[in-house]
């Protein structure tokens, strides 16, 4: 159509040289299209392959987040499945002697009241009685309950046996609080002593022993809390280490010690004065 109306308007005006561009111009034209209708059809399939590409990934991201929610769920049901199964159960303790070599396995010493709260067993407390007694003798005391309540805290923090190296001793100084019943040395298997130490400083009124080369732990009840470290093995004489952290002291505790000064005060017998005393003190 392009040509014909060239020709028929313009052919008959223009020169042969005018004529030749025309039809120059036209076979351009004319080879050009095919070219322009191929690029706006590779566009169209760029196009449809990037919005085809684009839809694969958004279904595999779906089937990702899918599969990771399923997973997850899974390893919430696995985890509700697999709960920790504690080996010490509660109101129980499990405790071995290293010298005796009797063991107290899952061993009930306290009933619950009925506010929730935890009563010492009688029957309990006398074998724990004869269990903490003098290997050498088979002597017995009266173990103070505070650390038989302790000690039950630290199995269940701990889940393990706990293991006693040393309790009663008759054959101690009277001062010692090994003599009277007050005091406890033991360890737990798999557990670093001093992270037992440290862990132990979280009661109240206790005294803390740490000793590296022995591998053991000494824990007594006494009226103030204090700590040390002793680097000295057994038979040996002690090497305390300076500059140990003490608890700090609270109120309450310095109350009771300025009313007990005061109580020892009052109690004192006033004594008689010579004159010559009273003249140098007024």
Same mark, same amino acid.
């Given at each position: 159509?392009?040509?014909?109306?060239?020709?028929?308007?313009?052919?008959?005006?223009?020169?042969?040289?005018?004529?030749?561009?025309?039809?120059?111009?036209?076979?351009?034209?004319?080879?050009?299209?095919?070219?322009?209708?191929?690029?706006?059809?590779?566009?169209?399939?760029?196009?449809?392959?990037? %919005?085809?590409?684009?839809? $694969? &990934? @958004? +279904? !595999?991201? #779906?089937? /990702? *987040? =899918? %599969?990771?929610?399923?997973? $997850? &769920? @899974? +390893? !919430?049901? #696995?985890? /509700? *499945? =697999?709960?920790?199964?504690?080996?010490? &159960? @509660?109101?129980?303790?499990?405790?071995?002697?290293?010298?005796?070599?009797?063991?107290?396995?899952?061993?009930?010493?306290?009933?619950?009241?009925?506010?929730?709260?935890?009563?010492?067993?009688?029957?309990?407390?006398?074998?724990?009685?004869?269990?903490?007694?003098?290997?050498?003798?088979?002597?017995?005391?009266?173990?103070?309950?505070?650390?038989?309540?302790?000690?039950?805290?630290?199995?269940?923090?701990?889940?393990?046996?706990?293991?006693?190296?040393?309790?009663y001793r008759p054959q101690s100084r009277k001062?010692?609080?090994?003599?009277?019943?007050?005091?406890?040395?033991?360890?737990?298997?798999?557990?670093?002593?001093?992270?037992?130490?440290?862990?132990?400083?979280?009661?109240?009124?206790?005294?803390?022993?740490?000793?590296?080369?022995?591998?053991?732990?000494?824990?007594?009840?006494?009226?103030?809390?204090?700590?040390?470290?002793?680097?000295?093995?057994?038979?040996?004489?002690?090497?305390?280490?300076?500059?140990?952290?003490?608890?700090?002291?609270?109120?309450?505790?310095?109350?009771?010690?300025?009313?007990?000064?005061?109580?020892?005060?009052?109690?004192?017998?006033?004594?008689?004065?010579?004159?010559?005393?009273?003249?140098?003190?007024?």
């Amino acid at each position: 159509m392009i040509i014909s109306g060239l020709h028929s308007l313009t052919f008959a005006y223009m020169d042969k040289r005018m004529r030749r561009l025309l039809i120059s111009l036209s076979l351009c034209l004319f080879a050009a299209a095919p070219s322009v209708v191929a690029a706006k059809t590779s566009t169209k399939a760029a196009q449809s392959q990037r %919005a085809g590409k684009a839809a $694969k &990934k @958004k +279904a !595999t991201a #779906k089937s /990702k *987040k =899918k %599969a990771t929610t399923k997973d $997850k &769920k @899974k +390893a !919430t049901t #696995k985890d /509700k *499945k =697999k709960k920790k199964t504690f080996k010490i &159960k @509660k109101n129980h303790i499990t405790l071995y002697h290293t010298h005796t070599h009797e063991k107290l396995e899952q061993f009930k010493i306290y009933d619950t009241n009925k506010h929730g709260g935890l009563s010492l067993n009688k029957k309990a407390y006398k074998k724990l009685k004869r269990f903490f007694r003098d290997p050498k003798t088979g002597k017995q005391i009266n173990i103070d309950e505070k650390l038989i309540m302790y000690l039950y805290r630290i199995g269940q923090k701990f889940d393990e046996p706990i293991e006693i190296v040393s309790a009663y001793r008759p054959q101690s100084r009277k001062t010692s609080r090994h003599y009277q019943g007050k005091a406890i040395d033991f360890k737990i298997k798999g557990v670093n002593p001093k992270v037992l130490w440290e862990h132990c400083k979280r009661f109240d009124n206790v005294g803390l022993g740490y000793y590296p080369k022995s591998q053991f732990i000494h824990m007594d009840a006494r009226s103030q809390s204090y700590y040390w470290i002793d680097k000295a093995g057994s038979g040996e004489a002690a090497r305390y280490v300076s500059g140990v952290k003490q608890r700090p002291q609270r109120k309450n505790n310095l109350k009771q010690t300025q009313t007990t000064k005061r109580q020892n005060k009052k109690n004192k017998k006033p004594t008689k004065t010579k004159k010559s005393d009273s003249k140098k003190r007024r």
